[in-house]
C-alpha cells in the first residue's frame, strides 16, 4: 500500500467513525512542547495524526460563563468517540506492521 493509500484509509476510517477533521503532521519539531506527554511515548514516531468531531452549536449557545452541565455530558461523550476513533486508526496503524 503506498503513502497515499494508507491516508485515504486512516481518513475515511476517522471520517466513516463520525470525525469531521482529520490530518496528519511533522512531529519532530514538537518534540519537547508536550508537557503531560512523556516522550518516550513519541521516540521514533515522525508522525501525528489530529482528528476533529463537531461540537453542538446549540449546546455551545447555552454557555453563558462557564460551562453547563450539558456541556460537561456532550464534551465527555465527544472525547469517548475521539478515543474510540483514535483506536480504530491506531489498529489499523499496527495491523499494517507500523508503531503507533
Keep these: 500500500m503506498t503513502r497515499r493509500e494508507v491516508y485515504q484509509k486512516l481518513k475515511n476510517t476517522a471520517l466513516d467513525s463520525g470525525a469531521v477533521a482529520f490530518g496528519v503532521g511533522y512531529i519532530n519539531d514538537l518534540r519537547g512542547h508536550f508537557d503531560n506527554l512523556p516522550e518516550s511515548l513519541t521516540e521514533g514516531l515522525i508522525n ?51 508503531d503507533a
Design 48 to 98: 501525528g495524526i489530529s482528528i476533529a468531531v463537531k461540537v453542538s452549536d446549540r449546546v455551545l449557545a447555552e454557555i453563558e460563563d462557564h460551562p453547563t452541565r450539558f456541556y460537561l455530558h456532550h464534551y465527555r461523550t465527544l472525547n469517548a468517540l475521539l478515543d474510540q476513533i483514535a483506536v480504530k486508526i491506531a489498529t489499523f496503524i499496527h495491523t499494517s506492521g507500523f
